[in-house]
């Protein structure tokens, strides 16, 4: 009788130990999530940082049009206005976050080449390198993008095997969302040179 009694405590203190082991890796791994996403929404502020000096640059050719200037003023406050924690990063949440984003990135990218059109701004120092800055941000963007992405499927995939899901199911850690790729980006643009 003594000796069962001992099995027993000993397989629950065996299965206590996993429950304890398993709860903190995946603390750790919701973590890890959150500090990705924070990389992410560092990223995504550096880009909203740098368009207020951009658009004052721009603003200086005189005859620049004053609609493409007005789309990436509202298109940044449209990005600026969509916060999302790191507790709530479902996939519903992050494709609104993704559009937001999206819309000031497609702005952007009109306000560039509406400059092709302005030679004397392209020519200046500071719309050079406010376009690098802007660069080298949009790449910072897809890096962190990804690296969120995989601390995402390295959690999601923590979480959802067994036995680890009875645990995740016990205390409460849910699925996260991922970026996914912009609505068409499948599809090549199309390219038409007639005039």
């Known amino acids: 009788m003594k000796k069962s009694i001992w099995v027993i405590i000993a397989v629950v203190a065996v299965v206590v130990l ?13 973590e890890n999530v959150k500090k990705a996403w924070g990389q992410v929404e560092n990223v995504y502020q550096r880009r909203l940082d740098l368009i207020p000096n951009l658009v004052k ?5 005189a005859e620049f049009e004053k609609g493409t200037l007005t789309d990436v003023i509202e298109a940044r406050s449209k990005a600026s206005s969509v916060q999302l924690s790191a507790d709530q990063l479902t996939e519903e ?16 990218s009109r306000l560039l080449v509406t400059v092709e059109r302005y030679p ?29 992405n995989e601390a995402v ?3 999601n995939t923590l979480i959802r095997r067994f036995p680890n899901s009875l645990i ?15 609505e068409g980006a ?3 643009p199309e390219v038409n040179f007639e005039f």
């Open 186 to 188: 499948d599809k090549a």
């Open 57 to 61: 640059t721009v603003q200086g050719a």
């Open 120 to 148: 004397e701004l392209k020519a200046t120092e500071s719309f050079r390198d406010l376009q690098t800055q802007l660069e080298g941000t949009e790449n910072r963007i897809s890096v962190e993008r990804k690296n969120f």
């Open 18 to 30: 996993w429950a304890i082991s398993a709860n903190n890796k995946m603390v750790g791994q919701e």
């Open 93 to 108: 949440n992050i494709a609104a976050f993704q559009k937001a984003q999206d819309g000031l990135g497609s702005a952007l």
């Open 153 to 155: 499927q390295s959690y």
């Open 168 to 182: 995740a199911g016990i205390f409460g850690f849910e699925k996260k969302g991922y970026f996914t790729a912009a």
